[in-house]
């Protein structure tokens, strides 16, 4: 039987245990961004994952002393730029979220450093979510001139209430992983030492589990995040119009001079 994940280029794959898949996104020497590749990559990784009778559980890290610094510039040109990349990516980012949602297999997320963009979407969505004090967890849309789509409106909600939503998500002010624990964003918090360690035991855990009584137990609770499905929706459509707009052109090009934006 050939490998299902052979042919991705920007995720690594490892067996750390029996039943336990580790995912690492990895861009060397771009802090593991997300370019177009790892775009479209995590839209499909978690239907193989899903598919994979070897795999209980998956974990998802990041190459490095970083998760994932959010998108690559390039490919976020590319949405400002082209029409048909722009509908592509809408739809790759509506997958990222529906299918890490749907993915009957549960997923930890193991994130250190920077964690900001598609990889943090992952992250956030994980059934358990581990993150280090230091971790550096930033929605940077709104500082791209973008509507906070992706997974903003339908998780940070649920997960850490309206009050704080909105002033991250507005601010896009980052959150250590201490804070993050502390407001409920994130499962749990450990040291950088034992994180992996920690992860892996909690996969461990969960792959020597009953696999329907899990796998059923994700999907009904992922009902509250279904039913936010036109938040979900709105927020994206209104995402990628923002693209089209002068903010996105002037917080890109903010981004690429390493500079204040001036939206005014």
């Not at 690492?24 to 995590?42: F, Q, W, Y």
């Not at 299918?99 to 193991?110: F, G, H, K, R, Y």
């Not at 509507?147 to 339908?154: E, F, M, R, T």
């Not at 009584?213 to 509250?224: D, G």
Request: proline share 5%.
């Amino acid at each position: 039987m050939s490998d299902p994940y052979a042919r991705y280029e920007r995720l690594k794959f490892e067996r750390p245990s029996p039943g336990v898949l580790r995912i690492i996104m990895s861009n060397p020497g771009k802090l593991n961004a997300t370019d177009a590749v790892m775009h479209r990559e995590l839209a499909e990784v978690w239907r193989d994952v899903d598919a994979d009778p070897e795999t209980r559980c998956a974990i998802l890290t990041g190459a490095g002393d970083t998760f994932s610094a959010g998108g690559d510039f390039d490919m976020i040109q590319g949405i400002v730029d082209d029409f048909e990349v722009r509908v592509r990516s809408m739809r790759e980012a509506r997958d990222i979220v529906m299918n890490i949602i749907d993915c009957q297999t549960p997923v930890v997320s193991a994130m250190r450093g920077v964690a900001v963009g598609a990889g943090l979407v992952c992250g956030l969505l994980a059934d358990v979510s581990i993150a280090t004090p230091d971790a550096r967890i930033i929605d940077g849309h709104t500082r791209l001139g973008v509507a906070a789509g992706d997974h903003a409106a339908i998780i940070w909600p649920l997960l850490c209430g309206m009050a704080k939503a909105k002033y991250y998500l507005l601010t896009c002010d980052p959150l250590s992983g201490q804070e993050a624990e502390r407001i409920g964003l994130i499962s749990l918090c450990v040291p950088d030492e034992e994180l992996d360690a920690r992860a892996l035991a909690v996969a461990i855990k969960l792959a020597n589990g009953a696999p329907r009584a899990i796998a059923w137990t994700k999907h009904a609770l992922n009902h509250w995040l279904r039913s936010a499905g036109p938040a979900f929706d709105a927020s994206l459509a209104l995402e990628f119009l923002g693209f089209t707009g002068p903010e996105a052109a002037e917080g890109l090009a903010s981004h690429r001079e390493k500079r204040k934006p001036k939206f005014v």
